[in-house]
């Protein structure tokens, strides 16, 4: 591999993640890039419905036929003579944690907003996290085909709710029933909206020139002048694009159109490719690594069980940094210092698992995971170093885990401490009793891990009310005063999965109280890997 083969590659590399509020249209739209992405032939296939807003049983279902999940956990596809990497991110928001720690894993997000909507709530949780590591940001303003709120209005609701210059890209003409399509801001191209072809790519009419007297024929005179005073209103009242400020976070360019209706997106699409970053910088513990280093690196941001049940594996992705994978080829697991060969990585065309030969910067590959892997793990050419900023949340929800048959524990222990690696829930075991404490930030979790933990490891367990409300990471750099901490306050900490000292607080006051009691030590609501 060339110094120009890893820059070419590196270059061409687009990978981000959707960020919305369920329903709002990620679905819909996802099929139809992977459909402009020539990745399916029919749009409408893509997934069987969305596990969101299933009850439990339905997504025990599912999750039996687990073949769904897989094919969209990352999906790539070709447009625009760019490679485009789109991760997805679970809509319910009991897993929110997977979906905040995949966001680590992007160079770029677009936010699908629902135009009768505007930013709502999960939107708002969503974007918290991408500005911690100042991921840039796409808007696609979805449902022009309803009658919608004044776009006007939608792009000032997202200036100050969420913080972020808008510069609108496309602007809509009409909505609902009178929509007719968008006029490109920038190339001075109106796109004509046909209906009936949401399940393929659309035809693309065209008419070259807001001034071209052509607009005025198909919209009628009075449409066409409304949209040339509102085209000048908007040039002059909004921001105009600049690549830096949304290269930064600062400023969002927006486009409009119908996901549904497979309009517009061809427009945000083109932009997307054209202006969202490549492979960014890394941060590591020792230093910053840039994609154009020939060192092979990356890191787990997520692992998944079982995905396909001829297969009965679990499957670590792993975000390629810098320099090239090679099949067969080995590499440094850092955290337990061992050479590892992978002779079998998977990666993520269109919806087909297949195994890949090469990888470069910004693509994800999954590494068959026999247990050794856990999320936020590094793997180098033997440099020993970790990747910073792989976050793990402190849960919100606690219960204890009760056997049925208490010949079980082994089993039961095996399979809780493999469910909080991949990160499916949180483990806590007092330092003070035996209990087993799970921690969720969704209820949904707990259902999941019953599920799991008899079908994968057999072991039949109910659950008990537990006295924790709420959970932080102990630090302190004074070992002495650590020390006197740990006795004097033994009867509220644990360790969990990994082995970390956390205090586990019956109130929120008591957490409050215990804090300002030790001022040496450090509460922590976030536990990086
Ligand atoms: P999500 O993944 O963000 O949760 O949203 P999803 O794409 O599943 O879309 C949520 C609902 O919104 C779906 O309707 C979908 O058809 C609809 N939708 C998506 N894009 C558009 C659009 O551009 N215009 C209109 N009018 N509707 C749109 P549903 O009734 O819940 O599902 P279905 O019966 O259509 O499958």
Redesign the pocket.
């Known amino acids: 591999m060339s110094a120009a083969d890893l820059a070419r590659e590196v270059g061409l590399r687009r990978t981000f993640a959707?960020i919305?509020?369920?329903?709002?249209?990620?679905?819909?739209?996802?099929?139809k890039m992977l459909l402009f992405g020539n990745a399916i032939q029919l749009a409408g296939s893509v997934k069987s419905?969305?596990s969101?807003?299933h009850a439990t049983s339905d997504w025990m279902k599912m999750e039996q036929e687990r073949g769904i999940s897989v094919t969209t956990s990352v999906m790539q596809f070709p447009y625009g003579g760019r490679i485009v990497n789109l991760l997805d991110t679970p809509?319910h928001e009991d897993f929110s944690e997977d979906t905040y720690r995949t966001l680590t894993a992007v160079d770029s997000a677009l936010m699908?907003i629902?135009g009768a909507k505007g930013v709502e709530a999960r939107t708002i949780k969503l974007m918290e996290v991408c500005r911690l590591r100042t991921t840039p940001i796409l808007t696609f303003v979805?449902?022009?085909?309803?009658d919608i709120r004044d776009p006007i209005e939608v792009m000032d609701e997202v200036e100050t709710v969420l913080n972020i210059h808008c510069a609108p890209m496309t602007w809509p003409i009409g909505m609902g029933r009178h929509f007719k399509g968008v006029y490109h801001l920038y190339n001075d191209v109106i796109h004509l909206y046909t209906q009936g072809q949401g399940s393929r790519i659309p035809d693309d009419k065209r008419i070259e020139g807001l001034d071209n007297p052509e607009v005025d024929e198909v919209l009628g005179a009075e449409q066409a002048e409304e949209l040339r005073m509102e085209v000048e209103l908007v040039r002059g009242a909004s921001h105009e694009f600049d690549l830096e400020a949304y290269r930064r976070g600062e400023l969002t360019p927006v486009y409009f159109?119908?996901?549904?209706?497979n309009f517009g997106v061809r427009e945000m699409l083109d932009g997307f490719v054209e202006h969202a970053p490549p492979p960014q910088v890394r941060e590591t513990d020792t230093r910053s690594v840039e994609p154009e280093d020939a060192r092979f690196t990356g890191f787990v941001f997520k692992i998944q069980a079982n995905m396909d049940l001829k297969h009965r594996d679990r499957i670590a992705f792993l975000r390629v940094c810098s320099g090239k994978y090679e099949k067969n080829m080995k590499m440094r697991h850092v955290r337990i210092g061992k050479e590892v060969k992978i002779a079998d990585a998977l990666t993520f065309m269109a919806s087909d698992r297949a195994h890949v030969e090469e990888a470069w910067p910004g693509d994800i590959i999954g590494l068959h995971n026999h247990g050794t892997i856990q999320i936020g793990d590094t793997f180098t050419m033997g440099e020993d170093m970790r990747f910073t900023g792989i976050p793990h949340f402190a849960p919100e929800l606690f219960k204890r885990v009760q056997l049925k048959d208490p010949l079980k524990l082994k089993a039961l222990q095996k399979g809780l401490q493999q469910l909080s690696e991949e990160g499916a829930t949180q483990l806590f075991q007092p330092l003070d009793n035996n209990d087993l404490i799970l921690g969720a930030v969704g209820t949904l979790q707990f259902d999941v891990v019953a599920h799991r933990l008899k079908e994968e490891y057999k072991v039949d367990c109910v659950y008990e009310p537990v006295n924790v409300q709420t959970a932080r990471w102990v630090y302190c750099d004074d070992a002495r005063k650590l020390e006197e901490f740990k006795r004097k306050a033994s009867a509220n900490l644990a360790l969990d999965g990994g082995g970390y000292l956390t205090y586990i607080a019956p109130t929120r006051v008591n957490l409050q109280m215990t804090q300002e009691r030790w001022p040496e030590i450090r509460f922590a609501a976030t536990r990086e890997h």
């Open positions: 959707i919305s509020h369920p329903d709002a249209g990620k679905t819909t739209i996802t099929e419905k969305r969101d807003r809509g699908v629902d979805n449902k022009m085909d309803r159109g119908t996901a549904m209706g």
